[in-house]
């Protein structure tokens, strides 16, 4: 298949620890997005990536998050000392190059529980 | 402030019973409208993109419209398999390209 994949599908965590979740998109596509869906509400915007440069990460809810996409392909969503409200389903989109009006397709996403 | 707001929030309907879902929304400079299926454990699948008020869109049994206000996705002779949380975003000027969702309607539909 040729779609985005993510990586873990689940993550279990204790309060404190770090946890990294990663993101593999379509080939080709040049922007890549983080969303972070709790459950029962719609995705809300984390940061956006164009190649390896990160154009916005207004939507980080803290400085404990981190993301890079150093090579502009996979890329990496960081969270430190993870807390308990960190609990969510962590969404990845590919888009291809990319204005406001390209569809951008997602990835299963990964279920991060903190304990 | 950006903002999308869908109703219902759920909509149980039996199967052949037409409906429509709503999507309402404020932005300023709209770049395009959104429509997204997501079924339980999944990430959220493309459905429709809408650009400007008075397009419509098909794909068997759904159809999309959009006014300068809000977005209607039109259900025509449901099945069960139409069952899933249907989710609208829009992206807008000055935003780069980052989608606002709303939180979806949740659809039931029973043979």
């Known amino acids: 298949g040729a779609g985005v994949s993510q990586s873990p599908r689940y993550k279990v965590a204790k309060r404190g620890q770090d946890v990294a979740l990663r993101c593999d998109p379509i080939s080709g596509h040049v922007s890549l997005f983080w969303y972070q869906q709790a459950l029962g509400q719609g995705p809300e915007f984390l940061t956006y990536f164009q190649n390896e440069a990160q154009l916005d990460k207004s939507g980080l809810p803290s400085d404990r998050f981190f993301a890079e996409r150093p090579e502009g392909s996979v890329s990496t969503l960081k969270i430190q000392r993870t807390q308990q409200e960190d609990s969510a389903v962590y969404l990845c989109a590919s888009s291809l190059p990319g204005t406001s009006r390209s569809e951008q397709y997602f990835g299963p996403g990964t279920r991060l529980t903190v304990t | 402030e950006d903002q999308v707001t869908q109703s219902p929030e759920a909509l149980r309907l039996q199967e052949g019973e037409s409906s429509s879902l709503n999507c309402s929304y404020t932005v300023s400079g709209l770049r395009g409208l959104f429509w997204y299926r997501q079924d339980p454990g999944k990430g959220p699948e493309f459905l429709f993109t809408l650009y400007s008020a008075g397009e419509e869109k098909e794909k068997e049994r759904l159809k999309a419209t959009l006014t300068k206000k809000e977005s209607f996705l039109h259900i025509t002779a449901p099945k069960p398999e139409d069952s899933a949380t249907y989710l609208c975003?829009?992206?807008?000027?000055?935003?780069?390209?980052?989608?606002?969702f709303g939180a979806g309607t949740r659809l039931a539909v029973h043979p």
């Open positions: 975003a829009v992206s807008f000027s000055g935003g780069y390209n980052k989608l606002i």
